[in-house]
């Protein structure tokens, strides 16, 4: 078996059929899924079963531990030589294994992922949060675009490892947030191989409305600083840009009470989104709900940042994370 694919869900069952859906419609099909419920009030079992005929296909459940746990949990009941860490929310296009296959014969890795991209299918809304966190505007680039701030991280909703290295290091780590960037450092520090496959995309779906989408990204941000204090190299100068943003637009919004023309930068910068946006997807809405994403993404991500700054570097308090009990809702 050359590939196991590892699916932690949670609370996800239509998100699940559209994945499996997908792999079902693969080119290539040397590979057995894993699917493992991670404590979900609202299984996916019946999806599973309904593709039993046409995948290799395995379901797992166990209590409520994490993503990180309950992949480990998959990986420890896979047999393939790598490992295909996807999230439940991805669609794969049909030449997905066929690029990793193309990479791989290519030129050898221990570890490797790909970009994302918005499908044709989501929402508005999602098309937007999808480009507040591809978009070189927003994050630098560094989840797999061509321009680039920092080396590529493989991150858990796309990404390959081989089976050894994966053992090697103990599999992912007991954070909550922010663990297969952990898992991604210590491959590095490890001396592994880890590469960017850039044709080996998925549709990423990641939250449904601007709620969740600042959860998910403030969350980020706290993890960012619990990443800093176990490895403080790895703490580089883009992650420092949401913080300074937040900072900035607080500091001209207040400004904007005296002198309107304090509120220009921030306008300015709407305009550029706005435009980069709409081009990128054909649609002045989706430019102009991109802005919105954008900021989101950035004070959200700022916010947890500075929050877990203050608490963990000033008051010296243990690593913690939040929304942990209402992530999804």
């Excluded at 996916?44 to 949990?73: E, H, M, W």
């Excluded at 520090?189 to 709620?211: E, M």
């Excluded at 877990?308 to 243990?318: E, H, M, P, T």
């Amino acid at each position: 078996m050359k590939f196991s694919i590892i699916i932690p869900v949670y609370n996800r069952p239509d998100e699940v059929d559209e994945l499996l859906h997908s792999l079902t419609l693969q080119r290539y099909t040397h590979f057995e899924v894993i699917v493992v419920e991670d404590g979900s009030s609202v299984p996916c079992k019946d999806v599973v079963d309904k593709y039993a005929s046409t995948l290799d296909i395995k379901y797992f459940t166990k209590p409520n531990s994490g993503p990180g746990q309950s992949r480990n949990y998959g990986a420890e009941r896979s047999q393939g030589e790598y490992l295909i860490i996807l999230d439940s929310d991805c669609i794969l296009p049909e030449g997905y294994f066929e690029a990793i296959e193309k990479e791989l014969q290519r030129s050898e890795a221990d570890a490797f992922g790909g970009p994302d991209k918005a499908h044709e299918s989501f929402t508005r809304i999602q098309k937007a949060i999808n480009y507040s966190m591809t978009s070189f505007f927003t994050t630098g680039g560094i989840r797999g675009g061509k321009k680039k701030m920092d080396k590529f991280y493989p991150r858990s909703f796309n990404m390959g490892i081989r089976r050894e290295v994966y053992e090697a290091l103990g599999g992912f780590s007991n954070m909550r947030f922010g663990e297969d960037i952990d898992f991604s450092i210590r491959i590095f520090k490890g001396g592994y191989t880890c590469r960017l496959f850039p044709d080996a995309w998925v549709y990423h779906k990641r939250r449904t409305d601007l709620r969740k989408f600042f959860k998910q990204v403030h969350n980020s941000g706290i993890a960012r600083i619990n990443l800093y204090k176990k490895y403080p190299e790895s703490l580089k100068l883009v992650h420092l840009l949401p913080a300074a943003f937040t900072i900035g637009v607080a500091f001209f919004l207040i400004g904007a009470i005296f002198c309107l023309y304090s509120f220009l930068p921030i306008a300015c910068y709407a305009l550029l989104v706005t435009i980069d946006a709409s081009i990128q997807n054909k649609s002045l809405i989706i430019g102009m709900y991109a802005v919105a994403a954008s900021f989101v993404q950035l004070i959200g991500y700022g916010t947890g940042f500075l929050r877990a700054w203050w608490q963990r570097c000033v008051l010296g308090k243990d690593e913690f994370s939040a929304f942990n009990k209402n992530f999804y809702k």
